[in-house]
């Protein structure tokens, strides 16, 4: 489901992962997945309340607006780059950044920050995402080069 590009169907998996959460259903390992990300953003849980209002909504960032599901995904793109160790060495960074910061959900925003860069001039530039800029932007977290 993830894979597919149609943001509403997408969407629509995110609520449905949370109404199984919610009423204590067996999850699917990537559907356990989207809960935890849900669960530790509880500043989104009231969005899952009003399905017919954001399932197609535009968040723009012209208007101030964050999009819960593009930053949802990223964590979840994030653990998928943790659990692969790709790009190498991203789990070790990772670690690093844990003891440094604390908390695992500061360090895991700290490392969205470069994934979302990265992304950012991806597109920009018509490229693939730079790997070796991504983990070096990374390392910089940590205070090692």
């Given at each position: 489901m ?5 943001r509403?169907?997408l969407?629509r998996?995110y ?12 999850l699917?390992p990537?559907?356990?997945?989207i ?8 500043e989104?849980h009231t969005?899952f309340?009003h ?16 999009n819960?599901?593009?930053?949802m995904?990223m964590?979840?793109g994030?653990r ?11 789990g070790?960074?990772?670690q ?5 910061t604390g ?10 920050e ?7 001039q991806?597109?920009?530039?018509g ?19």
């Amino acid at each position: 489901m993830l894979l597919n590009n149609d943001r509403s169907q997408l969407r629509r998996f995110y609520f449905e992962v949370w109404q199984k959460r919610l009423e204590n259903k067996a999850l699917e390992p990537m559907e356990r997945l989207i809960a935890e990300v849900i669960e530790q953003h509880p500043e989104y849980h009231t969005l899952f309340a009003h399905q017919d209002a954001v399932i197609d909504r535009d968040y723009l960032p012209e208007t101030g607006e964050s999009n819960p599901f593009l930053h949802m995904g990223m964590h979840i793109g994030l653990r998928e780059q943790l659990a692969a160790d790709r790009p190498t060495g991203i789990g070790i960074i990772h670690q690093r950044l844990l003891i440094k910061t604390g908390d695992p959900h500061d360090a895991e925003h700290r490392m969205i920050e470069c994934l979302a860069e990265t992304l950012w001039q991806a597109q920009r530039d018509g490229t693939q995402p730079d790997e070796k800029q991504y983990i070096n932007a990374l390392r910089q977290l940590t205070g090692s080069t």
